[in-house]
T-cell receptor, first 113, second 115 residues
Framework: GESVGLHLPTLSVQEGDNSIINCAYSNSASDYFIWYKQESGKGPQFIID?????DKRQGQRVTVLLNKTVKHLSLQIAATQPGDSAVYFC????????????FGTGTRLTIIP | DADVTQTPRNRITKTGKRIMLECSQTKGHDRMYWYRQDPGLGLQLIYY???????NKGEISDGYSVSRQAQAKFSLSLESAIPNQTALYFC??????????????FGEGSRLTVL
């Protein structure tokens, strides 16, 4: 079946360094991708999204890269801060409108002071 | 105040009991969703609703039912709870299709434990 997965379940990064969280997807029809951040005890929060007609999109301290050839998505966080510690999920949809987002299992990012 | 409010936040119940989780939103969104999150797993869609008269099954609807009482309210029921329904449940909303983003707005979750 279709799946969205993450290469690493945990990632520890020194404060101030950049972090990269990876995500692989298998549905070649996926045309919309989102990254969510979930802090402990809270619901997921939208970070950034990208459509399949783009290969890069930047936000505030975050960049999402999309490689459709290898079905790979990454989230780069620049100059990490303690508040970046959270679980990060990628999600994809093959029919923009998010009625059936498929979520990955998540990567736990820990920022080391 | 939270835009998407879930009640209760925590609930412990026994096998066979009926449980209702409630969700209300002040964002004015048409679309509402119920997701389930298990440890080490991503979010799985249980049910979703595009408007008051619309109900759709998600990936894991068996054992669950929903009611969209109003645009702002979407409740999830477990008619006869079983232990493997122990999980964290999230309600979410989104704007209509074609909006600038596909962003889901999540509540803070309802942790359900079935003994």
């Amino acid at each position: 079946g279709e799946s969205v997965g993450l290469h690493l379940p945990t990632l520890s990064v020194q404060e101030g360094d950049n972090s990269i969280i990876n995500c692989a997807y298998s549905n070649s029809a996926s045309d919309y991708f989102i990254w969510y951040k979930q802090e402990s005890g809270k619901g997921p929060q939208f970070i950034i999204d990208i459509r399949s007609n783009m290969d890069k999109r930047q936000g505030q301290r975050v960049t999402v890269l999309l490689n459709k050839t290898v079905k790979h998505l990454s989230l780069q966080i620049a100059a990490t801060q303690p508040g970046d510690s959270a679980v990060y999920f990628c999600a994809e949809n093959s029919n923009f409108g998010n009625e059936k987002l498929t979520f990955g299992t998540g990567t736990r990012l820990t920022i080391i002071p | 105040d939270a835009d998407v409010t879930q009640t209760p936040r925590n609930r412990i119940t026994k096998t066979g009991k009926r449980i209702m989780l409630e969700c209300s939103q002040t964002k004015g969104h048409d679309r509402m969703y119920w997701y389930r999150q298990d440890p080490g797993l991503g979010l799985q869609l249980i049910y979703y609703s595009f408007d008051v008269k619309d109900i759709n099954k998600g990936e894991i609807s068996d054992g669950y039912s929903v009611s969209r009482q109003a645009q702002a309210k979407f409740s999830l029921s477990l008619e006869s709870a079983i232990p493997n329904q122990t999980a964290l449940y999230f309600c979410a909303t989104s704007a209509v299709k074609g909006s600038s983003t596909g962003e889901l707005f999540f509540g803070e979750g309802s942790r359900l434990t079935v003994l």
